[in-house]
C-alpha cells in the first residue's frame, strides 16, 4: 500500500484541521522517516537531522518521471505534450506537429524548469514504419511510468492493443479523446443542438460512445477524457492533470504537480502544499553553518537558501520571465500586462534587501506551526524558540510562498478572461 494511503488509514476518524490537512497533502516522508526524524532532534538538535533532511531533498531534486504519449498517427499527441508544457508549436523545444506523419522517433521533451520530468512523444502507431508488433517492441514500453493513450475519433483496435500491452506490464494508462473542437464544430455544421447546452449534450453522447467502445474492448471502467490541446483549461484537460496526480507515489506527485501548467486555482494549491513542504526542510539546512546574521532580522539566516528557494517557488509557480513571456504569447497578452496583473515585488530581483525591507519575517511571532506551513511534522516547531533561524527561515519562506500565489492566481485570471 502507498505511504499516503497507509497515513490516510492511520488517521481513522481524526477530524482536527490539522490531520485533515496531513492526510491530504502529499508527504514526502514516511512515518518510519519521520519518527526518526524526531528521535534524532531529541538526542542531538538540528545538526543531528540535517543529513537525512539533506538526502529528502536530494531524492526530491532526482527525481524521475517519464510519461509516454502515444496512440495512432496524427492523433494529436505531439500538440498534446506542448499543451501540458505550457508551450506553442512556434515556440523553442516544442515538439513538432504537422498533419502529415510527424513524430518518427520516440523524443523525450523535458519541462522547462524540471529536467528530470519528461514527457515521452511516441511515433503513431499507425505509421507506415511500425507493424503493431515491431512498434511495441521498439518504444521500450517498460521505461515509463504511465501513459497517455490518445484518439482523434473512435478508439481503434491499436488503442485497444497499446492499453493491454501497458496492462500487461502493470503500469496506468489514461485514454484522451483529443480533438473535442471538430466534434462540436461538425454537430454545428450539421445544424445540430444550440447553444451550450447542445454542446454538453454532444460531449455526453461522445463520452457514452466511448465508454461503451472501450468496456466492448475489454476495460469496463476506463480513464477517459475529452480534450482540446489548443485550450487547455477547457472540458477534461484540468480533471485529466488531477487524475495522473493522483495515480503517483508521494515524492513522484510532487514532482508531476509542480510541473503541470496552472490551470486552475485548484492546481495553484496543490504547488503551494507541495512547496510548503519543502519549507520546513530549507529552514532546518539554513540554520547553523554558512548563515549570517541579517540585519533587520533578529536570527542568523542563510540568505543563499532563501533567496533560492524564492526563485524556485517562482519558477514553480510559472512566475519566471520565460513563463510569463510563453504565457503572454499563448494569450496573445504582453508580459509587462501579466507582470502588473500579478502585482508582486518579488518577480524582480531577489535581494536580501528586499527580503528585510518587505518585511516577510516580520509576522513571525504571531505564526503558529500550522500557518508556517509546519502541520505534517508540528514536534519540529515545538523544538525551536521564536526569532529562531527556523522559524525565521520558516516565516519568511512561508509569506513568500503566499504572496506568490496570490499572484499565481491573479496572472491565472487574467489569462481565463483572455479566451
Ligand atoms: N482542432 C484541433 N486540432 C488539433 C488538436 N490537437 C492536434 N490538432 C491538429 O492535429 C494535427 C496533428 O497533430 P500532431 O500533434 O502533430 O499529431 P501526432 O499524433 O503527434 O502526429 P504524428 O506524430 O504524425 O503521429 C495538427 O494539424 C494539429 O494542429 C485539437 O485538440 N483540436
Ligand atoms: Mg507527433
Given at each position: 500500500m502507498r505511504d499516503k494511503d497507509r497515513q490516510r488509514r492511520r488517521m481513522g476518524n481524526a477530524s482536527s484541521r490539522q490531520q485533515a490537512a496531513q492526510s491530504e497533502t502529499p508527504t514526502f516522508f514516511t512515518q518510519e522517516e519521520l519518527s526518526k526524524l524526531k528521535s534524532d532532534f531529541e538526542t542531538g538538535g538540528g545538526e543531528n537531522v540535517k543529513p537525512l533532511i539533506r538526502n529528502k531533498m536530494k531524492e526530491l531534486d532526482n527525481a524521475e518521471l517519464n510519461i509516454a504519449v502515444t496512440g495512432e498517427?496524427?492523433?494529436g499527441k505531439s500538440t498534446f505534450i506542448n499543451a501540458m508544457r505550457g508551450?506553442?508549436?512556434?515556440?523553442?523545444g516544442a515538439a513538432a506537429v504537422g498533419?502529415?506523419?510527424?513524430?518518427m522517433e520516440p523524443t523525450g521533451y523535458p519541462h522547462p524548469n524540471l529536467p528530470n520530468f519528461r514527457y515521452w512523444d511516441l511515433p503513431g502507431i499507425g505509421s507506415t514504419r511500425f507493424t503493431t508488433g515491431s512498434y511495441l517492441k521498439e518504444m521500450k514500453f517498460e521505461k515509463y511510468n504511465f501513459f497517455i493513450i490518445v484518439s482523434a475519433g473512435r478508439f481503434t483496435e491499436n488503442d485497444a492493443k497499446l492499453a493491454k500491452e501497458i496492462k500487461r506490464l502493470g503500469k496506468k494508462f489514461y485514454f484522451v479523446r483529443s480533438k473535442i473542437d471538430n466534434d462540436l464544430h461538425s454537430m454545428r455544421l450539421k445544424g445540430g443542438g444550440g447553444g451550450e447546452s447542445g454542446e454538453v449534450e454532444e460531449l455526453e453522447k461522445i463520452r457514452s460512445y466511448c465508454f461503451s467502445k472501450l468496456g466492448k474492448a475489454g476495460f469496463p471502467d476506463p480513464n477517459m477524457f475529452l480534450i482540446r490541446s489548443y485550450k487547455e483549461n477547457m472540458y477534461d484537460f484540468p480533471r485529466l492533470m488531477e487524475a495522473l496526480a493522483d495515480s503517483l507515489p508521494s515524492i513522484k506527485e510532487s514532482v508531476f504537480i509542480l510541473a503541470l501548467?496552472?490551470?486552475?486555482v485548484e492546481i495553484i494549491r496543490k504547488k503551494g502544499e507541495v512547496l510548503k513542504e519543502r519549507i520546513w526542510m530549507l529552514a532546518i539546512i539554513s540554520g547553523g553553518v554558512g548563515a549570517i546574521p541579517v540585519p533587520g532580522l533578529s536570527a542568523a539566516c542563510d540568505m543563499g537558501i532563501l533567496i533560492g528557494a524564492i526563485i524556485n517557488f517562482r519558477e514553480c509557480l510559472c512566475l519566471d520571465d520565460a513563463a510569463l513571456r510563453r504565457l503572454a504569447e499563448r494569450k496573445g497578452k504582453s508580459m509587462e500586462e501579466l507582470k502588473a496583473a500579478a502585482g508582486s515585488p518579488l518577480l524582480g530581483d531577489i535581494t536580501q534587501h528586499l527580503i528585510v525591507r518587505r518585511r516577510l519575517g516580520a509576522a513571525l511571532v504571531a505564526v503558529s506551526t500550522v500557518e508556517a506551513g509546519l502541520y505534517f511534522v508540528p514536534f519540529i516547531g515545538s523544538l525551536f524558540g521564536a526569532g529562531s533561524s527556523f522559524l525565521i527561515t520558516c516565516s519568511i519562506l512561508s509569506n513568500a510562498l503566499k504572496l506568490l500565489i496570490e499572484s499565481s492566481e491573479k496572472v491565472l485570471a487574467v489569462t481565463k478572461r483572455a479566451h
Open positions: 498517427t496524427g492523433t508551450l506553442c508549436s512556434e515556440d523553442e498533419t502529415t506523419e510527424t513524430t501548467p496552472n490551470l486552475s
